[in-house]
């Protein structure tokens, strides 16, 4: 079974930082692109970065470029989000993903991430 946990969620204030992380299992985790996505309040869904699965191509959303970086520990079955610079534009819950933007079929329960003063 396909098991996706997200932890590292909080409440940090404008120019803060956060690493979100998302531990893996049930599956090959070293075989597979790995993705964040996000949903802000009263908002769809959205696609944040991938990673492919040996963790030398990354991709981000326009709005996260220069300030997010995704990573991942293939020896530990572990993806991550390290966020910088954080807006309240960046509040949403985040979610880690098997698979990319359009591959992508399994999602976790999701860690909230508030950015406020």
């Known amino acids: 079974e396909v098991q996706l946990v997200e932890s590292g969620g909080g409440l940090v204030q404008p120019g803060g930082s956060l690493r979100l992380s998302c531990a893996a299992s049930g599956f090959t985790f070293s075989s597979y692109a790995m993705s964040w996505v996000r949903q802000a309040p009263g908002k769809g869904r959205d696609w944040v970065s991938t990673?492919?699965?040996?963790?030398?191509?990354?991709n981000y959303a326009d709005s996260v470029k220069g300030r997010f970086t995704i990573s991942r520990d293939n020896a530990e079955n572990t993806l991550y989000l390290q966020m910088n610079s954080l807006k309240p534009e960046d509040t949403a819950v985040y979610y880690c993903?098997?698979?990319?933007?359009?591959?992508?079929?399994?999602w976790g329960q999701g860690t909230q991430v508030t950015v406020s003063s």
């Open positions: 990673i492919n699965s040996g963790g030398g191509s990354t």
């Open positions: 993903a098997k698979g990319d933007r359009v591959t992508a079929d399994y």
